[in-house]
């Protein structure tokens, strides 16, 4: 597969921190890949590396085969970013704010009327075209930070967190546009802390925290990283010790934990597990509201891995 | 043409403040025009003078009574002293002349017998004064020759009847001028705050940090997006003084198409370039959309009251006009005023006007040369 970004042994230092440690990594063409890591872990100073926006300490960034330098046009000009924050004129309507971000790229008018009628359709802000953004609602507002990102067409996009504070409906109609423009042939570099969003689009992961790549791979081969496979779940009102001793003690438990009227038991490996415990519940007379399976989050490969939460 | 086109977008968002500044100064500097108007027209007038006689009317006293006469409004009132003392506080009359007993005979005799007057002090009174003392002192000198009442009389009448010829050769229009003096002088704050307001209003948009960074990761070469930036800006100041200047042809079209019109043309164009460095400057500086409006008004109307452009220099305080010195607003005013009282325009003449020039000027690279430096370590991000 063909990669579309190269980045090798990548230092990021601002005085003694090092704000990105020697990362090293490779985008192919077409994928979602997912920067995925707690606030302050590096990722939008790595993009920011990528971008040229900052000057970094020492590694090699290689994007469409090129060195990335601050005046490399023929490398922009294939380049989209949508950053974290949303910046757009408050003076422009929606249309030329798109008008204006898009004609830094495309020149031709003619072609540019298209594109943006296409970003305006993507994103679905065709009811809005004339609005100001202060006429827009958080979600409206980030749909049209994207529009403005997007609209030349690019054959690389950057997605800095740009889900932040989105209402549901709006996250969703982000995401789906997102997954629209990978199936149009772009390769898309998607950071944030939202593990489930990272889940749904993401081909692949890379899990960064203090400046370092802990793990990298699909949401699947990441999971397999963590100790356990299964998480049950059970709502008991009232549970003795010595119960929650026996159920220590059964086959494949890791860890067995009773707070706030909730049984959460964690498995190694095993495939009856729930079977077993309902019948231990049963045998015992124990009363319980709801039981559940789950399987491991990227949460969990996180805490696996750094001891702590994604959103801690 | 992008960043053009934007740039054209966001001023007609403020067009509002261009229209609000060109109205001040059309109203404020109409108004200056038209109380310069009232400052520069004079009205002839004659004092209002009584006359107290305590002699018989004959001889001398008959005829210097007949010289008053002619010369003033004599005011008939009650020969009391303490009307004559309200007339002279409600200013009824401002000079009263009192004729003594035998004044004639005693003047004959070279006596020089003594008039008593009183006066409110003013101007009018001084003139009064003046045409009492003209008289006595012509009818002193030849006093002394003549013996002959009749001979002496008709002497005095022939010297005070004779009249210079004064020819104004001067075709200088200082009322026009003043005029348009006022209207460049409140110029200096309309020029400065609509430059700043709306120069830093549009600059606060681009240069955002956010679509900053967006623009430099754009394929487009950001040095170039910042010369259209700075060209619109630049072209933006120049629509803005042809607009001040059409309506200065408008409000003082005489004036305007003379040697001085030119002068208070490239004076305010100097000036305008002047106030668009200014305004730049400013702009690369602050971010806050919200802190232009007090820039502005500390700035343009600061330097404004400190230079004179809506009070004259002249009634300024020296120390007010010592700190004016490190304004460009004095030197460009100081040009004004200069032209205001210009008679003949030489080399020798303009010669001042053209060192302030280039101390406008010099300003103008100074603050290029802060806006570089500000510029350059800005976009510096990371």
């Known amino acids: 597969m063909k990669n579309v970004i190269e980045v090798k042994n990548l230092i ?7 704000a990105v440690d020697n990362l090293s990594f490779e985008v192919h063409e077409g994928e979602i890949l997912g920067l995925l890591g707690p606030n302050g872990s590096g990722k939008t100073t790595t993009i920011n590396c990528l971008l040229s926006l900052l000057n970094y300490s020492s590694g090699s960034i290689k994007i469409f085969g090129k060195e990335m330098k601050p005046d ?49 359709e993507l994103v679905g802000l065709e009811e809005f ?16 930070n994207i529009a403005c990102g997007i609209a030349h067409k690019p054959k690389l996009i950057f997605l800095d967190e740009p889900t932040v504070a989105v209402d549901p409906q709006s996250r969703n109609n982000i995401l789906d546009g997102i997954k629209k423009l990978r199936d149009n042939g772009a390769t898309i570099i998607y950071t944030t802390h939202y593990m489930e969003e990272v889940e749904i689009i993401c081909d692949r992961i890379i899990i960064l925290d203090k400046g370092k790549i802990l793990a990298t791979g699909t949401s699947d081969e990441l999971k397999e990283l963590a100790k356990i496979e299964e998480k049950i779940t059970v709502e008991i009102n009232e549970l003795q010790e010595n119960y929650i ?3 220590k003690k059964s086959k494949n438990v890791d860890e067995v934990k009773y707070t706030n009227s909730l049984l959460l038991v964690t498995y190694t490996k095993g495939k009856n597990n729930l079977v077993e415990l309902m019948e231990y519940l049963k045998e015992n007379k124990i009363k319980y509201n709801k039981i559940y399976s789950e399987r491991p989050t990227l949460n969990d490969v996180f805490l696996e891995l750094t001891g702590k939460e994604l959103r801690d | 043409m992008t960043v053009f086109k934007t740039f054209l977008k966001i001023l007609n968002k403020n067009k509002f403040i261009i229209i609000l500044y060109t109205m001040f100064l059309i109203f404020f500097g109409g108004f200056n025009m038209q109380t310069s ?26 005829d210097l009574i007949k010289y008053i006469e002619e010369n003033s409004n004599v005011v008939d009132l009650k020969k009391n002293e303490d009307a004559i003392n309200d007339a002279l506080f409600y200013r009824d009359v401002n000079y009263v002349v009192y004729i003594p007993k035998n004044y004639n005979k005693d003047f004959m005799d070279g006596k020089n017998p ?72 409140f110029a200096n704050y309309s020029i400065m705050a609509c430059l700043i307001y709306v120069i830093c209003l549009i600059l606060a948009s681009f240069k955002d940090i ?31 003084w042809m607009i001040y200047v059409t309506l200065s042809f408008i409000l003082v079209g005489d004036i305007m198409f003379s040697i001085h019109g030119i002068f208070y043309l490239i004076n305010s164009f100097v000036f305008t370039i002047c106030a668009t460095t200014i305004a730049l400057f400013i702009g690369n500086i602050i971010s806050n959309k919200n802190a232009i409006s007090g820039i502005v008004n500390v700035i343009a109307l600061g330097s404004s009251f400190l230079c004179g452009a809506f009070v004259p220099m002249e009634w300024l305080p020296e120390g007010v006009i010592k700190i004016a010195h490190i304004l460009p607003s004095y030197y460009y005013i100081s040009n004004n005023e200069i032209l205001k009282t210009l008679e003949i325009i ?7 006007i053209l060192l302030n020039i280039i101390i406008i000027l010099s300003f103008s690279i100074i603050f290029i040369i802060l806006t570089n430096i500000v510029s350059k370590r800005k976009q510096k991000i990371g």
Do not use: H, W
């Open chain 2, 37 to 62: 108007e009232n400052n520069t027209n004079f009205v002839a007038s004659k004092p209002d003078i009584m006359i107290v006689n305590y002699d018989e009317e004959k001889g001398i006293t008959k």
């Open chain 1, 72 to 120: 490399s046009y023929d490398i922009k000009s294939k380049i989209g970013v949508v950053f974290q924050d949303v910046a757009v004129f408050e003076e422009l309507t929606v249309y030329d704010n798109i008008d204006y971000f898009c004609g830094l790229y495309i020149k031709d008018k003619k072609l540019r009327k298209q594109y943006i009628e296409d970003a305006i």
């Open chain 2, 346 to 352: 030489n080399f020798n003449t303009i010669k001042p």
């Open chain 1, 12 to 18: 990021k230092e601002y005085k003694e921190i090092k």
């Open chain 1, 245 to 247: 001793e026996d159920i």
């Open chain 2, 114 to 185: 003594e008039i008593e007057i009183k006066s409110t002090g003013d101007y009018q009174s001084s003139f009064a004064e003046m045409l009492l003392s003209r008289y006595i002192k012509v009818a002193n000198i030849y006093q002394k020759s003549i013996n002959s009442e009749e001979e002496l009389i008709s002497k005095i009448n022939e010297t005070l009847s004779k009249k210079s010829e004064v020819e104004i050769t001067s075709k200088l229009d200082t009322n026009i001028l003043s005029k348009a003096t006022f209207y460049y002088n």
């Open chain 2, 210 to 240: 956010k679509i900053q960074k967006r623009t430099i990761i754009s394929s487009t070469n950001y040095k170039t997006l910042n010369r259209q930036l700075l060209l619109s800006n630049s072209l933006f100041s120049i629509i803005l």
């Open chain 1, 129 to 144: 075209k004339k609005f100001y953004p202060k006429q827009l609602s958080g979600g409206l507002l980030r749909r049209l």
